[in-house]
């Protein structure tokens, strides 16, 4: 960078002026052993920015280059005029304040703080056009909580805030336009409306209605009794589905025992609801419940019997019983579970017992099981965080 070209108030002596840009010294630098002063930017080759290796002014060797303080106090000390003058600026200042004074003087151009607005005004006019600019945001004074550009406040009262006043364009009244929605949908009596009897179509002013339905009403109690008839079809069907559904093939099931720990401190034998498992053959659809006992043989441990039911179509199953059955207490604890297996085929006592419920009578509450299915150093295991213990029946092949 070469000398500063600011305006001086005084003519600045000769020995001042550097001999390469013919300016007044900018941070001088003097050379040595001549002793001559220049800008220190001008003793850099311009195209090459190799430094110079001769002195511009006697043509000596350059030994070396040093910082001349005294040369730089005094150009610094000089009186300037504002570089904004031509704006109307009239301070004075030393040139080495004049930077400082430049970021703050009032005839400095600066932008606009509003965001959109772009305008460039004298520093100190700023405070005055922001105030007044049309891009600063104001809040809508009408309460809808918005904060809008000064210059669009009144398109945003008369078109988009939610509590200026609207008319319904059908029955002429007003009201805020954030009712004017549920106005329209719901309560405008000059609206038309569709009839909400299915299969009516008729549009009517919604002020009306009472009339429509008057005047409609053989004809809509035509239409209900038509819907209700299909409706009964429909029901139909889908009775007809959940038979169905009930018939497929259920091969397990599972129990969820809540409350554990309070009935086996109570003694109480636990019952399931009903249930049914079947296999390939869906006709086979044996009823059954589950029973526990959570104290066991009153001993500590846990019972498990599968208990037969009649159920309601005992004359479509085939008797006695001939599948076995796999009752599983869920390890709750990451071990194994425990599992029994009543096999009506190949054992004995098992196969007197089924023959004997041949089929079950009703109310049925004889069963047969494992009356130690868990030791009582085993039940914390089968019980989980919330009380629960998990049983699983399944017919095998």
Same mark, same amino acid.
């Given at each position: 960078?070469?000398?500063?070209?600011?305006?001086y108030?005084?003519?600045?002596?000769?020995?001042?002026?550097?001999?390469?840009?013919?300016? &007044?010294?900018?941070?001088?630098v003097?050379?040595? !052993?001549?002793?001559?002063?220049?800008?220190e930017?001008?003793?850099?080759? !311009?195209?090459?920015?190799?430094?110079?290796?001769?002195? !511009?002014?006697?043509r000596?060797?350059?030994?070396?280059?040093?910082?001349?303080?005294?040369? %730089?106090?005094?150009? =610094?000390?000089?009186?300037?005029?504002?570089?904004?003058?031509? %704006?109307?600026?009239?301070?004075?200042?030393?040139?080495?304040?004049?930077?400082?004074?430049?970021?703050?003087?009032?005839?400095?151009? @600066?932008?606009?703080?509003?965001?959109? *607005?772009?305008?460039? @005004?004298?520093?100190?006019?700023?405070?005055?056009?922001?105030?007044?600019?049309?891009?600063?945001?104001?809040?809508?004074?009408?309460?809808?909580?918005?904060?809008?550009?000064?210059?669009?406040? $009144?398109?945003?009262?008369?078109?988009?805030?939610?509590?200026?006043?609207?008319? *319904?364009?059908?029955?002429?009244?007003?009201?805020?336009?954030?009712?004017?929605?549920?106005?329209?949908?719901?309560?405008?009596?000059?609206?038309?409306?569709?009839? +909400?009897?299915?299969?009516?179509?008729?549009?009517?002013?919604?002020?009306? %209605?009472?009339?429509?339905?008057?005047?409609?009403?053989?004809?809509?109690? +035509?239409?209900?009794?038509? +819907?209700?008839?299909? %409706?009964?079809?429909?029901?139909?069907?889908?009775?007809?589905?959940m038979?169905?559904?009930?018939?497929a093939?259920?091969?397990?099931?599972?129990?969820?025992?809540?409350?554990?720990?309070? #009935?086996?401190?109570?003694?109480?034998?636990?019952?399931?609801?009903?249930?049914?498992?079947?296999?390939?053959?869906?006709?086979?659809?044996?009823?059954?419940?589950?029973?526990?006992?959570?104290n066991?043989? =009153?001993?500590?441990?846990?019972?498990?019997?599968?208990? &037969?039911?009649?159920?309601?179509?005992?004359?479509?199953?085939?008797? !006695?019983?001939?599948?076995?059955?796999?009752?599983?207490?869920? =390890?709750?604890?990451?071990?194994?579970?425990?599992?029994?297996?009543l096999?009506?085929?190949?054992?004995?006592?098992? #196969?007197?017992?089924?023959?004997?419920?041949?089929? &079950?009578?009703?109310?049925?509450?004889?069963?047969?099981?494992?009356?130690?299915?868990?030791? &009582?150093? $085993?039940?914390?295991?089968?019980?989980?965080?919330?009380?629960?213990?998990? @049983?699983?029946?399944?017919?095998?092949?």
């Amino acid at each position: 960078e070469m000398g500063c070209d600011a305006e001086y108030v005084d003519d600045v002596h000769e020995e001042l002026v550097c001999a390469v840009c013919h300016l &007044p010294m900018l941070r001088a630098v003097g050379i040595h !052993p001549c002793a001559h002063a220049f800008c220190e930017g001008c003793l850099v080759a !311009p195209h090459t920015g190799v430094a110079l290796q001769e002195c !511009p002014t006697c043509r000596g060797a350059i030994g070396s280059t040093a910082p001349s303080y005294a040369v %730089r106090n005094v150009m =610094n000390g000089l009186l300037v005029y504002c570089t904004h003058t031509a %704006r109307g600026c009239e301070e004075k200042v030393k040139r080495g304040d004049l930077e400082t004074h430049a970021a703050t003087c009032g005839f400095a151009e @600066v932008t606009c703080t509003h965001a959109g *607005c772009g305008a460039t @005004v004298l520093r100190r006019d700023l405070k005055a056009h922001v105030a007044k600019c049309e891009w600063g945001l104001v809040t809508c004074p009408k309460r809808c909580g918005e904060r809008v550009p000064r210059g669009k406040l $009144e398109k945003h009262k008369a078109e988009e805030c939610v509590k200026r006043m609207v008319e *319904c364009e059908k029955c002429g009244t007003k009201r805020k336009a954030e009712a004017s929605e549920e106005h329209r949908k719901r309560l405008c009596p000059d609206r038309e409306v569709e009839c +909400e009897v299915a299969g009516c179509g008729v549009m009517y002013k919604r002020g009306a %209605r009472a009339e429509h339905m008057k005047e409609h009403a053989e004809r809509h109690v +035509e239409l209900l009794a038509a +819907e209700n008839k299909a %409706r009964a079809a429909e029901n139909k069907t889908l009775l007809e589905r959940m038979a169905a559904l009930e018939s497929a093939v259920c091969t397990s099931r599972e129990w969820i025992v809540d409350g554990f720990s309070a #009935k086996r401190q109570a003694k109480q034998w636990i019952f399931s609801g009903e249930m049914v498992l079947s296999h390939e053959n869906v006709a086979h659809r044996y009823p059954f419940q589950l029973r526990v006992g959570p104290n066991g043989e =009153n001993d500590g441990g846990v019972s498990l019997y599968f208990v &037969p039911r009649r159920g309601e179509h005992p004359h479509r199953l085939e008797w !006695p019983m001939k599948k076995k059955v796999e009752m599983r207490i869920v =390890n709750q604890k990451g071990g194994n579970d425990v599992v029994g297996i009543l096999d009506p085929v190949d054992n004995d006592t098992l #196969k007197a017992f089924f023959a004997d419920l041949a089929p &079950p009578p009703a109310g049925n509450t004889q069963g047969i099981g494992l009356p130690d299915f868990l030791k &009582p150093s $085993e039940v914390d295991d089968f019980v989980t965080s919330t009380d629960c213990m998990t @049983v699983r029946v399944r017919l095998l092949d």
